[in-house]
Nanobody, 125 residues
């Protein structure tokens, strides 16, 4: 059974940085993509960044140039480095993994069948 546990969220001022971590167990990275999603209060969950089995990353336009997704296979951990944070980045951030490559776009939530509980990021102006 795949388990995903996020950490690293917190409260920062606009312009600050955070690094989120997602500890993974029961999952083989080589099988499929992993991603970070976020959900603000009253809004739909949106894809932020993804990384596929060969390490190719994709980003939402709103975070391109500010966020970096990476993974450490030896530590079974997925990361999201977030720089130049804005109040619009506020939300619950979720780690997600797919058990096998699917047909949905990499930043679409339907692609992923395992999810963490989330870590809260709050950016104040």
């Amino acid at each position: 059974q795949v388990q995903l546990v996020e950490s690293g969220g917190g409260s920062v001022q606009a312009g600050g940085s955070l690094r989120l971590s997602c500890k993974v167990s029961g999952y083989t990275h080589s099988r499929g993509a992993m991603a970070w999603f976020r959900q603000a209060t009253g809004k739909e969950r949106e894809g932020v960044a993804s990384i596929d089995s060969d390490g190719t990353a994709a980003y939402a336009d709103s975070v391109t140039g500010r966020f970096t997704i990476s993974k450490d296979g030896t530590k079974n951990t997925l990361f999201l480095r977030m720089n130049s944070l804005k109040p619009d980045d506020t939300g619950m951030y979720y780690c997600a993994a797919e058990s096998a490559p699917g047909l949905w776009p990499l930043l679409h939530p339907y692609r992923y069948d395992s999810w963490g509980q989330g870590t809260l990021v709050t950016v104040s102006s």
